[in-house]
């Protein structure tokens, strides 16, 4: 019974020891879950966030061209005014020829100077600065467009790697979400196997006591009982010596 009970004992260490480290599980998988899902949401406010940016920077983008457009447009037609003054009819049909019909043309040549331009001594600056505004706008505009697709392709990239990292922890939840449950499931068992051990433990224990107070009972009342043993033997001896000398009337 003393064996069974240090058995017994020793799977009530293992049991608790075994429970602690899967309380502990539980807690540090509750913990992570608890931290990957706040890193999805985080993540999911930024790719909100980033989308809404992204709208505002490509409407700005858009009103931006349509402004540079415009500019260019009137520039193009104040352009086209002073060489109607000051060009030669023969010039200016060559010039119509170049004329685009919508903005992000390529900038006309600088007008010739001669009798074109007899008209004033300064035309020929102004045109030339005129057309130089016209070709910085037109520069302008070609940036506008590649900061746009700059700016589209680090959006694109971020909802690409962003995404993927949360379907990542989406993933690494639900897997750790399982294994709260198998482990939740074993810490069940595992508290069921420590009832079960703990009540065995103490039959044991109440049979020993049981035993124990049977062998003291044994040892304690052992002395009277031999004594009185001893007087029964002594007066059966004392009998038989009797009856053995008796006359009975003879």
Avoid: W
């Amino acid at each position: 019974t003393e064996d069974d009970i240090k058995v017994g004992e020793n799977t009530k260490e293992d049991l608790d020891e075994k429970h602690l480290q899967l309380v502990n599980t539980i807690d540090q998988l509750k913990n992570e879950i608890e931290e990957l899902k706040k890193e999805e949401q985080e993540m999911m406010v930024s790719l909100k966030q980033a989308g809404e940016q992204r709208k505002e920077q490509n409407q700005l983008y858009q009103t931006s061209v349509m402004d540079q457009r415009a500019t260019i447009n009137i520039l193009n037609k104040a352009l086209k005014r002073l060489k109607m003054f000051y060009t030669p009819q023969a010039e200016l049909v060559e010039v119509s020829a170049h004329e685009p019909n919508q903005p992000g043309f390529a900038v006309a040549p600088k007008p010739k100077t001669g009798k074109a331009y007899a008209k004033s001594a300064g035309s020929g600056g102004v045109m030339q600065l005129l057309m130089k505004v016209i070709e910085e706008a037109e520069i302008e505009e070609q940036q506008l467009a590649m900061d746009e697709q700059k700016a589209q392709e680090d959006y694109s990239e971020f909802v690409t790697v962003t995404t993927k990292t949360i379907e990542k922890d989406r993933a690494l939840i639900a897997e750790k979400t399982e294994l709260v449950a198998s482990t939740e499931s074993e810490k069940s068992e595992t508290e069921e196997a420590q009832l079960a051990n703990d009540e065995s433990l103490a039959k044991l224990r109440d049979l020993l006591k049981a035993h124990h107070v049977e062998c003291d009972y044994v040892l304690k009342y052992f002395d009277i009982r031999q004594k009185a043993r001893q007087e029964e033997m002594d007066a059966i001896t004392d009998a038989k010596a009797v009856l053995s000398g008796a006359n009975f009337g003879k």
